[in-house]
């Protein structure tokens, strides 16, 4: 069975191609860098021809609003046609778990029309709703400092290791399409605001968490449950101070510039 992953360079897109590799799946990791993109369809035929399964987990360039609505209308407008012409059995692509509850955001708004496109589209399809990745935690707090501050809501929180992500996505790629919606979410529930403490804590960050009930979630007002999935989600096993007393001593790759360049751009 032949597997292509667009994507395939990006954090969940590398981590996937190595585990079905693993399984012994033939796969294609498809980007830019490799000849394949989804926005102005350079290698796709090429890239799709004799595939069974295509997972998308690209990413829009700019979060700017209208390029991001851009990028996963094109590009998912894109990949289902050409998937149709190859015979692509199972489309597979990612999301966020609260999609439907924070389209205050022009990126969720994206990925909302995204799962609309698959939906009305005539492939048999898997759309995976994860929660916030465990390595993304540094960039919500990034994009919440102000000074040595960061304000955040103490709403409910429940992240994943990006490594349980890319088992998850292998796991229903190897597997018949369920035509619906899966969640995914990490093992344990947690408040943001503590949460964002533990992760600064550490890393000796010095900044400090500043609990606000009325502080926004990436710019997104958020309710208590805005964030976490439903009853049934399906939960990985890597625990949140685990992966954190691993990738701790690691150096911060975001720099002063990259958090503004991030802000600027959302
Ligand atoms: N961050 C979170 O906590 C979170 C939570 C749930 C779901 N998600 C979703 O997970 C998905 C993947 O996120 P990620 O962090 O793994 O992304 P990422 O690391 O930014 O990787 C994005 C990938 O998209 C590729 N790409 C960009 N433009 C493309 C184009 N025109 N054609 C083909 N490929 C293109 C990139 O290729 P190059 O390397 O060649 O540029 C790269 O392989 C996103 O859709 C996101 O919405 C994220």
């Given amino acids: 069975m032949k597997i292509v992953v667009i994507g395939g360079t990006g954090l969940i897109g590398s981590k996937l191609v190595r585990k079905l590799r693993e399984r012994g799946q033939q796969v294609v990791a498809a980007s830019p860098s490799s000849g394949v993109n989804s926005i102005t369809g350079e290698g796709l035929a090429d890239a799709l021809n004799g595939a069974s399964v295509v997972v998308d987990v690209t990413n829009s360039p700019s979060w700017e609003d209208a390029a991001v609505l851009q990028f996963f209308e094109t590009s998912t407008r894109n990949l289902l046609n050409y998937e149709a012409a190859a015979g692509v059995r199972h489309h597979i692509a990612l999301s966020v778990v609260g999609t439907d509850r924070l389209l205050a955001s022009a990126f969720f708004r994206a990925k909302l029309l995204q799962e609309n496109l698959i939906q009305a589209s005539s492939i048999p399809y898997s759309i995976i709703r994860a929660t916030q990745f465990f390595e993304f935690?540094?960039?919500?707090?990034?994009?919440?400092?102000?000074?040595?501050?960061?304000?955040?809501?103490?709403?409910?929180?429940?992240?994943?290791?990006?490594?349980?992500?890319?088992?998850?996505?292998?796991?229903?790629?190897?597997?018949?399409?369920?035509?619906?919606?899966?969640?995914?979410?990490?093992?344990?529930?947690?408040?943001?605001?503590?949460?964002?403490?533990?992760?600064?804590?550490?890393?000796?960050?010095?900044?400090?968490?500043?609990?606000?009930?009325?502080?926004?979630?990436?710019?997104?007002?958020?309710?208590?449950?805005?964030?976490?999935?439903?009853?049934?989600?399906?939960?990985?096993?890597?625990?949140?101070?685990?992966?954190?007393?691993?990738?701790?001593?690691?150096?911060?790759?975001?720099?002063?510039?990259?958090?503004?360049?991030?802000?600027?751009?959302?």
């Fill in 137 to 266: 935690v540094k960039s919500i707090i990034d994009f919440s400092t102000e000074g040595n501050n960061v304000r955040l809501p103490p709403v409910l929180f429940q992240p994943m290791a990006a490594d349980d992500v890319a088992g998850a996505i292998a796991g229903i790629a190897m597997g018949s399409p369920v035509n619906g919606t899966v969640e995914i979410a990490g093992p344990e529930q947690f408040h943001l605001d503590e949460l964002a403490r533990r992760d600064l804590a550490a890393r000796q960050d010095p900044r400090q968490v500043i609990s606000d009930p009325r502080a926004r979630y990436y710019g997104v007002e958020v309710t208590e449950r805005s964030l976490v999935p439903d009853d049934g989600a399906r939960l990985g096993e890597t625990r949140f101070e685990d992966w954190l007393r691993r990738t701790a001593q690691q150096p911060s790759k975001m720099s002063a510039a990259g958090t503004s360049a991030a802000k600027a751009s959302s």
